[in-house]
């Protein structure tokens, strides 16, 4: 297998000069993607002016301002003076179009397909609905449903009258949904009566019905007192409000796995204009290509996908099922029914491919897109080489639900290295020592030098947490949370988040990296790794891993991660288990693994695909933890 250090993709002259990042270098009139990185950290402003124009990004009034820091940098202002709307430059403005704006499928198999004029007609209806029941601008309205195109047309009718949409995981519990609708004051949720995952029915909109102060509007069923098909075809068709650049458009919450889930806002211009640029520049997504992500509504990655592509006018491929149901080759298959050029995946399902022999390639996919998770060698070649055919490039990105997009990114224009992340394109990022210095070669903590566009504009009810979550560690650079480590070349590998950071005998790193060295044993699918407290070393390695039960295969795995990593990281346990917890869009739930493990409290899990994992874990940390370990 190549190194880490080996460049393995090399994109051809003709792929470059096709690009729409060479065609964005040609237009700010720049030598090479060095000159224009490097250009788009410096002069961020005019950068950022560039390609609202090179975008062809619809401004109702044209700002006055780029940036506006007069309140400080950490609540920097973007477009200033400037009139937007997300709903009508990714829909309306599109209107006279007949190509697809949104493909689905469902698990029964039924396909569809709405147009441009289609999702623009059903949009404006549904809005003008809304207004009649007297939603106003700036009220936030949740949106519970699976990947179904009433979603989508719920999120753009919502945004389209100056309203703020709360998207809301599809595989939450009512207590979930509820937390999020008590602190965003939420009066109506978007749901649907029931709809298929598995070949199981899911009932959702009689799980949430007894939230208090809230009303439902339901797709699908009978007996509801709002019905999502009665209010679009009696609703007045209306126009999209000419909201500020600053107006609140969406509002994500993050995940709540180890607290109170934290409500971050984005507003219509910065939001806008950085989602674009990203799914334009970094996957290299054209007009007439369609984008499917293996995700879910409520997760970043469902608006950024949908916005993103609608935008530039291209379409977006949804499917609310299970990705291995009946088989593992359904996402084959539904990529190659509806054309998909952009496939978002993540490690875990590579990996579960892998594990169960699917040998097929990806036709028609011009490049794999992932985020959510850090890759481990061992995967991110076997997409490369087995699926991708050493030809199909990985834009490997990574950000956060509290920026709605990705500070560090490969594209399909540069040379790719296994697990690699490039420097975003005006992002300014850099990595931190422990004492607040800027390092190369060393790991450290993803930071960025400037407030950036799509940065949440605060925590939702909470200012002080805003400025203590990301810009009081220090000063004058918003620290992520993720450890990194940055090359002389600009190359960026992730290493897992700082809370999962596990540290032995003085020395810190990743569970990234030990999971790649345990990934890398023969027999091993998956696994996770985390501490847990060590009288002598401070904290011990813990290893869950599938595949293999196997005395051989457990060996292997001490000795591999003994290997790359050194004797102090030996690992001082490693069981076998049939599934690690993980989201229903595939990202392994660390922290949940290690509660559970030391029997702590695990809070709400509903947002596990399969919860039921944790109480073996629980059980296994009972029968093998010495009081030491606790």
């Not at 169960?356 to 959510?372: E, I, L, N, Q, Y």
């Not at 939702?460 to 993720?482: A, L, M």
């Not at 102090?568 to 346990?573: G, L, Q």
Request: some cysteine; glycine content about 10%.
């Amino acid at each position: 297998m190549e190194s880490e250090d080996e460049f393995v993709y090399f994109p051809t002259k003709e792929s470059i000069e096709k690009s729409n990042l060479d065609s964005l270098r040609r237009y700010l009139n720049l030598d090479s993607f060095t000159d224009l990185y490097d250009y788009a950290d410096k002069n961020m402003e005019q950068f950022y002016d560039g390609i609202v124009t090179h975008m062809g990004i619809w401004f109702f009034k044209k700002y006055e301002k780029v940036r506006d820091r007069e309140g400080g940098k950490e609540f920097t202002k973007w477009f200033t003076g400037g009139e937007i709307n997300i709903s009508f430059d990714c829909v309306e403005r599109h209107k006279q179009r007949k190509k697809d704006a949104v493909k689905w499928e469902t698990e029964e198999g039924v396909r569809g397909s709405l147009t441009f004029g289609d999702l623009d007609e059903k949009t404006g209806k549904l809005a003008g609905a809304l207004i009649d029941l007297g939603i106003e601008k700036g009220e936030r309205v949740g949106i519970y449903m699976p990947m179904i195109p009433e979603a989508i047309i719920a999120m753009y009718a919502i945004m389209r009258i100056g309203a703020v949409a709360v998207p809301m995981f599809s595989g939450y519990g009512k207590e979930s949904v509820e937390v999020r609708a008590g602190d965003a004051d939420i009066r109506f949720i978007f749901t649907v009566d029931s709809y298929t995952r598995k070949g199981k029915n899911i009932k959702m909109a009689e799980s949430i019905k007894d939230i208090k102060n809230t009303e439902l509007i339901v797709v699908g069923g009978e007996g509801w007192k709002y019905n999502f098909g009665n209010l679009l075809d009696g609703g007045h068709y209306v126009s999209s409000v000419h909201t500020k650049s600053e107006d609140p458009a969406i509002m994500l919450y993050t995940s709540g796995t180890t607290g109170k889930p934290k409500g971050t806002v984005h507003v219509h211009g910065g939001a806008l204009v950085n989602i674009t640029k990203e799914v334009y520049y970094y996957t290299d997504l054209k007009e007439d290509g369609t984008i499917y992500w293996i995700t879910d509504l409520g997760w970043m990655m469902g608006p950024w996908e949908i916005i993103g592509a609608n935008c530039i006018g291209a379409s977006v491929f949804i499917y609310p099922g299970a990705v291995d149901y009946p088989n593992m080759e359904r996402v084959w298959d539904m990529a190659e029914r509806n054309k998909v050029t952009v496939l978002g995946l993540s490690p875990t399902f590579v990996r579960t491919a892998k594990s169960k022999g699917v040998d097929r390639v990806f036709r028609g996919v011009r490049a794999f897109a992932s985020t959510g998770e850090p890759w481990d060698t061992e995967s991110w070649m076997y997409l490369f080489e087995k699926f991708g055919r050493k030809e199909i490039p990985i834009c490997n990105v990574s950000g956060g639900t509290d920026i709605i997009g990705c500070f560090v990114a490969s594209t399909p224009v540069i040379p790719l290295k296994p697990r690699c992340l490039y420097r975003g394109l005006g992002m300014n990022v850099t990595v931190l020592s422990q004492d607040g210095k800027e390092v190369v070669n060393e790991v450290g903590l993803l930071a960025t030098r400037e407030h950036l566009p799509s940065m949440t504009r605060g925590i939702w009810k909470d200012e002080r947490k805003y400025i203590d979550t990301y810009w009081s560690q220090f000063r004058g650079y918003w620290v992520q949370g993720d450890w990194a480590i940055q090359d002389d070349e600009g190359y960026f590998t992730l290493l897992g988040r700082s809370d999962d950071v596990i540290k032995v005998a003085g020395k810190r790193l990743g569970p990234g990296e030990i999971e790649d060295a345990s990934n890398r044993v023969e027999g091993v699918v998956e696994s996770a790794s985390f501490g847990i407290p060590d009288p002598i070393k401070g904290e011990a390695v813990v290893i869950f891993y599938t595949g293999a039960n196997d005395e051989k295969v457990k060996s292997n795995i001490y000795k591999s991660v003994e290997n790359f990593l050194g004797k102090s990281f030996r690992p001082k346990y490693v069981f076998c288990i049939d599934s690690l917890p993980k989201t229903k869009n595939g990202k392994i739930m660390r922290r949940l693994l290690k509660s559970a493990f030391l029997n702590a409290e695990t809070g709400d899990v509903t947002g596990l695909d399969n919860g039921e994992v944790l109480d073996e874990v629980r059980k296994t940390g009972k029968d093998h933890l010495n009081e030491s370990d606790k």
